[in-house]
């Protein structure tokens, strides 16, 4: 504020102490390096335009890493503890073998969708891996049973241009059924047959034991009644 204040007076004293100067010449030059500042000053404009796009998306960036941290997450829990398996509907149908291949093959999808919109994943590179990944019939397996889900999710240019990349690479391949697990049959436990005459027999058995036991009472009563 005191050199602008005191710029004019500086100027005055420079006016003075110089003889012959012309300075309606220097004003010319002035206005000249005017226009360059106004172009320096567009510039400047631009580049904190800039600026504020690049700390955009880096911010975007570091909230789909934590997103993807979170789910990393949640899957290790879903991975560790087979009871929170029976409330995931993507084991619904499937062997838990393939359950857990799928959940393996579902974050690496989404490492290779992440690096190729981040830029650290080049689209030749995603390419080989998404072709060698489709070499494994339960990668295809696996991509037969998701693509609906990611064709949803294509909410920016990188994701459907991540998914266009896949399905290019899906189609070289032959297509794969899906494995479906049907639930086995729980038989009943069978409890031992009982014949249904088997009251019927031993009451039977009983009677005959007691008629017999009977007879020899009273044919010791008849011998001893002789001798006497």
């Known amino acids: 504020m005191i050199a602008l204040v005191a710029s004019p007076l500086a100027v005055v004293l420079i006016a003075d102490q110089t003889v012959g100067v012309d300075w309606a010449r220097l004003s010319d030059i002035g206005e000249t390096y005017g226009a360059a500042s106004a172009v320096l000053s567009g510039l400047a404009v631009v580049g904190v335009a800039i600026s504020l796009i690049v700390q955009s998306r880096q911010l975007r960036v570091g909230q789909i890493q934590a ?8 899957m290790r829990l879903l991975l560790e503890d087979p009871m929170l398996a029976t409330i995931s509907p993507t084991s619904l149908g499937v062997s838990r073998e393939q359950w857990r291949r799928e ?11 992440m690096g190729y919109a981040t830029k650290y994943v080049p689209e030749g590179s995603l390419r080989e891996h998404i072709r060698d990944q489709f070499q494994v019939e339960g990668a295809r397996v696996f991509w037969g049973r998701a693509r609906p889900l990611w064709a949803s999710n294509r909410s920016n240019n990188a994701r459907r241009r991540f998914f266009d990349i896949v399905e290019a690479e899906y189609a070289r391949h032959p297509q794969s059924e899906i494995e479906v697990v049907q639930p086995q ?6 409890r031992p047959t009982v014949p249904a005459n088997a009251g019927v027999v031993l009451a039977g058995v009983a009677l005959g034991l007691a008629g017999l036991r009977a007879v020899s009472i009273i044919r010791a009563r008849r011998a001893g009644g002789r001798d006497g």
């Open 67 to 74: 997103m993807r941290v979170m789910q990393l997450e949640l």
């Open 103 to 113: 959940i393996y093959l579902n974050l690496l999808f989404k490492y290779l969708e």
């Open 185 to 190: 049959a729980v038989e009943p436990q069978r």
